[in-house]
């Protein structure tokens, strides 16, 4: 039987709760996009479309730079080199393609910001997931 060191459980780990946390913003975009087609006017529905495409662009995008910057210095040992333009960049995307959206008349300013939280609402079902293992089945997930 192979023996696991910490960092290999840890990073697992990692990986599991990422995949959650993207799966559920996803499932909270879909919802919301449903719920408004059936409810709402149309430029709220597209709004909340393109907040939730960007919100997923914008969470992929940076994990992966994140990812990539920590593994080239965990490869040379040498400090991690986390450009503040990517990070910069990535807003200036998401502004842009919010503005000429709202420009075009095609959204809702308040729904696309909306649609941009579906990070806060992941965050918010994976504590609650943490909760009920933590306390209700009094188990520590590592």
């Not at 939730?52 to 662009?57: A, T």
């Not at 300013?109 to 009094?138: K, M, Q």
């Amino acid at each position: 039987m192979a023996k696991t060191s910490d960092n290999q459980v840890h990073t697992r780990s990692e990986s599991a709760i990422d995949t959650r946390v993207l799966r559920t913003m996803a499932i909270a975009v879909a919802v919301a996009v449903i719920a408004s087609s059936a409810f709402a006017p149309w430029r709220v529905t597209t709004g909340l479309l393109l907040g939730g495409v960007l919100s997923l662009l914008s969470h992929h995008w940076m994990r992966t730079s994140i990812a990539a910057a920590f593994s080239g210095a965990l490869e040379t040992g040498s400090k991690p080199k986390l450009t503040s333009v990517k990070y910069l960049l990535r807003y200036l995307v998401i502004a842009g393609a919010v503005l000429v959206a709202f420009q075009l008349n095609l959204i809702s300013l308040p729904a696309t910001i909306a649609g941009l939280c579906s990070f806060v609402v992941a965050l918010f079902v994976e504590a609650l997931r943490e909760f009920y293992f933590v306390i209700i089945r009094r188990e520590e997930i590592s």
